[in-house]
């Protein structure tokens, strides 16, 4: 990890088409996106290419971050979308997550580069890789249930 960016890698103990639809039901996607002890609260939710998710990411002081994801393309295993707080002047970091079949299994790609090296030291230090890697297993226990 240097430069802008931070990969995020994960085996998964469920076929893909399960984890795919953790990403695309507006049902799902809430109930596992963000670290332990985290919550989000839907505003406005549209999965497609062209669309958005709006919501308020809770921590678990009570501490609200707004969120938005604008999705510029989702298509079979693959979504791209700009991340930001909601506010137009900021610049977005730009997510790629990618699924691919591993037997039984899926593997989970998900890279975030950020607009500068500034913003991925920052986000870093406030511990966002293994913030990361606690999303990706509420996701990993979620797609095993469904």
């Known amino acids: 990890?240097?430069?802008?960016?931070?990969?995020?890698?994960?085996?998964?103990?469920?076929?893909?088409?399960?984890?795919?639809?953790?990403?695309?039901?507006?049902?799902?996607?809430?109930q596992w996106f963000g670290p332990d002890g985290y919550s989000c609260r839907t505003h406005d939710i549209d999965l497609r290419t062209g669309g958005h998710w709006l919501f308020d990411m809770t921590g678990p002081d009570g501490k609200v971050w707004p969120n938005r994801h604008r999705y510029t393309r989702m298509e079979a295993y693959q979504i791209d979308f700009l991340l930001d707080s909601g506010a137009d002047d900021e610049s977005p970091n730009e997510v790629v997550m990618t699924l691919t079949a591993n037997g039984d299994a899926t593997r989970i790609r998900y890279e975030m580069t950020f607009p500068s090296p500034a913003a991925r030291a920052m986000a870093v230090g406030f511990g966002a890789v293994e913030l990361g890697h606690q999303t990706l297993g509420k996701l990993a226990v979620l797609a095993a249930k469904i």
Not at 16 to 24: E, G, L, Q, S
């Open 1 to 30: 990890m240097s430069g802008r960016s931070i990969a995020l890698s994960r085996l998964i103990a469920a076929p893909v088409a399960k984890v795919w639809r953790c990403w695309t039901d507006p049902a799902l996607l809430p």
